[in-house]
């Protein structure tokens, strides 16, 4: 089945270290997304990309950078890891053609202590 | 831009009975509103949507409806099963923006 993947599923880390999560996806899809979940806050836009060299920041892209390495591939850094950088992450994809019907990966669920 | 409110953030239900989650909107630009559910684990999937020249729409046990004057939609689950117990979460955007503004979520129990 054509699918969104997101590395790592859960991620402990310290203050001041830098991570990456990485989103790989195989529907074939231009438009990628990067968003943040806390609990109350609902689905925060952090990145996103309409295609390998688009880039556009979110509502949140404060402490966060990103790298469209392929049209499938689609990774989010966090360079100095902070302990309100601690949430869940999901990654979304769309088509050109369906716009704004947006297909999300499982999630990582990251502590930074 | 655009602002999404989402009321209620909890909702328990006894099975059978119906839940309703409503959300109101900011922007009159917006003309699209789809409803993602969240399962324990998973990522948000899309169950419905509307568009804003449609009332309502139905697909099966739920539906979904839209008042452009007041600037609100609402989702509609009836005769509830324990397996629409998730988190719901309401959007909107204007078609071709590419991007949807997130209501905060409702989780919604449903009590055997």
Redesign the interface.
């Known amino acids: 089945d054509a699918d969104v993947t997101q590395t790592p599923r859960n991620r402990i880390t310290k203050t001041g270290k830098r991570i990456m999560l990485e989103c790989s996806q195989t529907k074939g899809h231009d438009r990628m997304y990067w968003y943040r979940q806390d609990p109350g806050l609902g689905l925060q836009l952090i990145y996103y990309s309409f295609d390998v060299k688009d880039i556009n920041k979110g509502e949140i892209s404060d402490g966060y950078s990103v790298s469209r390495q392929a049209q499938a591939k689609f990774s989010l850094s966090l360079e100095s890891a902070i302990p309100n950088q601690t949430a869940l992450y999901f990654c979304a994809t769309s088509s050109d053609s369906t716009q704004e019907t947006q297909y999300f990966g499982p999630g990582t669920r990251l502590l930074v202590l | 831009g655009e602002n999404v409110e ?1 009321h209620p ?1 909890t909702l328990s239900v006894q099975e059978g009975d119906s839940a309703v989650i409503k959300c109101t909107y900011s922007d009159s630009a917006s003309n ?1 509103f ?1 409803w ?1 559910k969240q399962e324990l ?6 169950i419905i ?1 509307i568009r804003s020249n449609v009332g309502e729409k139905k697909d099966q046990r739920i539906a979904v409806t839209l008042n452009k004057t007041a600037k609100h939609f609402s989702l509609h689950i009836t005769e509830t099963q324990p397996e629409d117990s998730a988190v719901y ?1 309401c959007a909107a ?1 204007s ?6 503004q ?4 409702t989780q919604v129990v449903v009590t055997p």
């Open positions: 989402q953030s699209y789809p993602y684990g998973k990522g948000p999937q899309l949507d979460f955007t078609w071709g923006w590419g991007k949807l997130f209501g905060a979520g």
